[in-house]
């Protein structure tokens, strides 16, 4: 267990992520092609397409040596592989990867060499050589350019479905409803968030903040940073709609999307293109509170809309797939009699 301090200034210095983390995403997504225990269902497609994409553009070896930084088996890889620059995009991190301190680098991937054997090119980047840390810079754009990038805009929208209910809940009920909107991930018992993680310690942060970051490949717990000292982070997963396995949709989609002809059902479509309760998307089509929920019903039975409860309240939102549609994403093939 994490258990994580929050003091009044901490509450007011609580940040969601402004999009997809691009550093955490090619890690995580690394962990979904290597590790044994994350080969989950859901990602399979995405897997596939990942591993003969790597095939393609023979980068076996970069793959190799991001993941002996940063193991799928471990419980800590070092921070350095996650700088805070990594918020503002890709490059910026890159930059703040190439600039971390010698002693840093020295002190981390000691730690992890006690646990895990490293290959000698580690061992001399921990010797402050600069020329493994290039090699290093260069397999996480290419990795990230073969894996992650080409699903960027479903990262995106997954991301942000989460995003978009976090923020609203933030509007109705402030950082004590956030962070109890995290359940059942983290227990939020104030001024401590609880957090299922692999290890028990205790981090306080002391006036800091914090930075949530809501990831498509994270999977099962949160992932936070080793070092107390430095800008804390805690990635979590997100819920992935039924529309990410495709098996599912296959079989559920011919049907549920005959039913979405009518005007009244586009039209919610749209409406949910901003998260809303069942009464506000009744305001916004100047429909009864009954008629929405039929509406909103069908919707999610298309794998087009997902509902979540928090607190009192039930909050619509379109999956992935809903936003594809109304943004006009879908394959050509994809047609509607």
Same mark, same amino acid.
């Given at each position: ?21 691009? $550093?955490?995403?090619?890690?995580? !997504?690394?962990? +979904? ?14 897997? /596939? !397409? ?29 921070d350095f ?67 992650? +990038? ?30 109890? /909107? ?18 028990d310690r ?10 949530? $970051?809501? /990831? ?18 805690? !990635? ?54 009954? /008629? ?39 394959p050509a ?5």
């Amino acid at each position: 267990m994490l258990r994580i301090h929050f003091t009044e200034a901490d509450l007011a210095r609580v940040q969601l992520a402004r999009e997809p983390d691009p $550093i955490w995403e090619t890690l995580l !997504a690394l962990h +979904q092609l290597t590790a044994a225990s994350q080969k989950l269902p859901v990602f399979a497609p995405w897997r /596939s !397409a990942a591993r003969a994409r790597l095939t393609e553009a023979r980068l076996t070896g970069a793959v190799r040596m991001l993941s002996a930084l940063a193991p799928a088996s471990a419980s800590y890889w070092p921070d350095f592989l996650t700088p805070d620059a990594s918020a503002d995009g890709l490059e910026p991190a890159l930059d703040a990867l190439r600039a971390t301190p010698a002693r840093q680098v020295h002190e981390e991937i000691g730690r992890l060499a006690r646990n895990h054997p490293l290959p000698r090119w580690a061992h001399e980047l921990a010797r402050g050589e600069r020329h493994p840390m290039e090699e290093v810079t260069t397999a996480f754009r290419l990795v990230h350019r073969t894996i992650v +990038q080409p699903g960027w805009s479903g990262t995106a929208m997954t991301t942000e479905a989460d995003r978009s209910l976090r923020t609203r809940v933030l509007l109705d009920r402030g950082v004590d409803g956030l962070l109890n /909107s995290l359940r059942p991930l983290m227990d939020w018992r104030p001024p401590v968030l609880h957090v299922r993680y692999p290890e028990d310690r205790d981090l306080h942060l002391g006036g800091r903040g914090i930075r949530l $970051i809501p /990831s498509h490949f994270c999977w099962g717990t949160p992932i936070g940073l080793a070092d107390p000292a430095l800008p804390q982070v805690l !990635a979590y997963p997100v819920d992935h709609p039924p529309s990410w396995a495709p098996a599912v949709t296959r079989d559920r989609l011919p049907d549920a999307l005959a039913s979405l002809l009518g005007r009244t059902r586009a039209r919610m479509l749209t409406a949910l293109s901003t998260t809303a309760t069942t009464g506000e998307a009744s305001q916004r089509l100047g429909i009864s509170p009954s /008629s929405a929920s039929e509406h909103i019903g069908v919707l999610r039975e298309a794998n087009l809309a997902h509902s979540r409860r928090i607190g009192p309240h039930v909050l619509h939102s379109l999956t992935p797939l809903g936003a594809a549609l109304l943004r006009g994403e879908l394959p050509a093939r994809a047609t509607v009699d």
